[in-house]
């Protein structure tokens, strides 16, 4: 089990940045490819963007592609995703996720691992 949390939500005007971390409690995430997913009220949730174990891949949703890098530090256990170019419908909860027994990187149930989320909102 791997516990994760992240941080670096928050509010932010339309065409604004933000960076989200995710950071493990004491494991290393060096086995595990790395996801973030985000769940908007009222829909389910969905993939973001995931990076391979060794950082050698990265996959993102179409959304977000172009605006979006993931990017892991497997020496700090952190692994980040910088927002650009936000637009109100990237307003969601967003969620950290680590797995190891799948390459099914987009899928949510190729991930074991769940941090409890952090709030990113964007106005017009």
């Known amino acids: 089990q791997v516990q994760l949390v992240e941080s670096g939500g928050g509010l932010v005007q339309a065409g604004g940045s933000l960076r989200l971390s995710c950071a493990t409690a004491?494991?290393?995430?060096?086995?595990?490819?790395m996801g973030w997913f985000r769940q908007a009220p009222g829909k389910e949730r969905e993939f973001v963007s995931a990076?391979?174990?060794?950082?050698?891949?990265?996959y993102y949703a179409v959304s977000v592609r172009g605006r979006f890098t993931i990017s892991r530090d497997n020496a700090k256990n952190t692994v980040h995703l910088q927002m650009n170019s936000l637009k109100p419908e990237d307003t969601a909860v967003y969620y950290c996720?680590?797995?190891?027994?799948?390459?099914?990187?987009?899928?949510?149930?190729?991930?074991?691992?769940w941090g409890q989320g952090t709030q990113v909102s964007v106005s017009s």
């Open positions: 004491g494991r290393t995430i060096s086995n595990y490819y």
């Open positions: 996720a680590a797995g190891s027994s799948s390459t099914a990187y987009t899928e949510r149930y190729a991930y074991r691992n």
């Open positions: 990076i391979t174990s060794n950082g050698a891949r990265t």
